[in-house]
């Protein structure tokens, strides 16, 4: 069974930085698609970033480009998010997620593409 444990959340003044992990349960890494997405309270869960099979092709939220960055260890079986300049608005719940694919290119920022999701770790961003 395909498991998504992240870390790294937690408190942080803006402007700081923090950056997330998470790590797949699978041998086969390299063959997930990777992304994040975050639900801040009282609103929908939207996507931040995601990271192809391969590593070599990336996608963002306009909320986070040039402050965001995800990236990937396949011999870790790990992803990253580093997230620099974090804004109060940044606060919420972040979770990744997965999909198995055979593109080494392609990335969805699509939710409802993604199979597996982690339980969710807190940033809370104060001001």
């Known amino acids: 069974q395909v498991q998504l444990v992240e870390s790294g959340g937690g408190l942080v003044q803006a402007w700081g930085s923090l950056r997330l992990s998470c790590a797949l349960s699978?041998?086969?890494?390299?063959?997930?698609?990777m992304g994040w997405f975050r639900q801040a309270p009282g609103k929908e869960r939207e996507f931040v970033a995601a990271i192809s099979a391969s590593g070599g092709y990336t996608n963002y939220a306009d909320s986070v480009k040039g402050r965001f960055t995800v990236s990937r260890d396949n011999a870790r079986n790990t992803m990253y998010l580093q997230m620099n300049s974090l804004k109060p608005e940044d606060t919420a719940v972040y979770y990744c997620?997965?999909?198995?694919?055979?593109?080494?290119?392609?990335?969805?920022?699509?939710?409802?593409?993604?199979?597996?999701w982690g339980q969710g770790t807190q940033v809370t961003v104060s001001s």
């Open positions: 997620a997965a999909y198995r694919t055979t593109s080494s290119r392609l990335v969805s920022m699509s939710e409802d593409r993604y199979d597996y």
């Open positions: 699978e041998r086969t890494f390299s063959s997930y698609a």
